[in-house]
């Protein structure tokens, strides 16, 4: 069993920016792959980011939705299993309850589907005010 506790959340002016991090309680093949998702208002929980990693691939890979393309980031601290995601240019349409998750494995074309992921964080609030 994976526990996830999100942080980071808050409030921010419009244009501003935000770093959410995702720690898991233990490092194990259930967490191969972690991504950040979205509940705004008026809209279904929405994959943010994901990003792969395991001793099996060269290197991370990640995915990002294209509604937030050049503005976040997903990137991930092997030494403290941490997951970060960092928010520029946030705007009012940003606003919502990110939730982290995890799975053992995923695809990457896959890999932003919530249908994929067995561990869920609680959810950290972020707020853009214009």
């Known amino acids: 069993q994976v526990q996830l506790m999100e942080s980071g959340g808050g409030s921010v002016q419009a244009g501003g920016s935000l770093r959410l991090s995702c720690t898991a309680s233990?490092?194990?093949?259930?967490?191969?792959?972690m991504a950040w998702f979205r509940k705004v208002s008026g809209k279904e929980r929405e994959g943010v980011a994901a990003i792969l990693f395991s001793p099996m691939l060269p290197r991370k890979l990640s995915s990002v939705a294209d509604s937030v393309k050049g503005r976040f980031t997903i990137s991930q601290d092997s030494a403290d299993m941490t997951v970060y995601l960092q928010m520029n240019s946030l705007t009012p349409g940003d606003t919502g309850l990110y939730y982290c998750?995890?799975?053992?494995?995923?695809?990457?074309?896959?890999?932003?589907?919530?249908?994929?992921?067995?561990?869920w964080g609680r959810g950290a609030q972020v707020t853009v005010s214009s």
């Open positions: 998750a995890a799975a053992p494995r995923c695809s990457v074309s896959r890999a932003r589907l919530e249908s994929e992921y067995d561990f």
């Open positions: 233990t490092y194990t093949a259930s967490n191969n792959c």
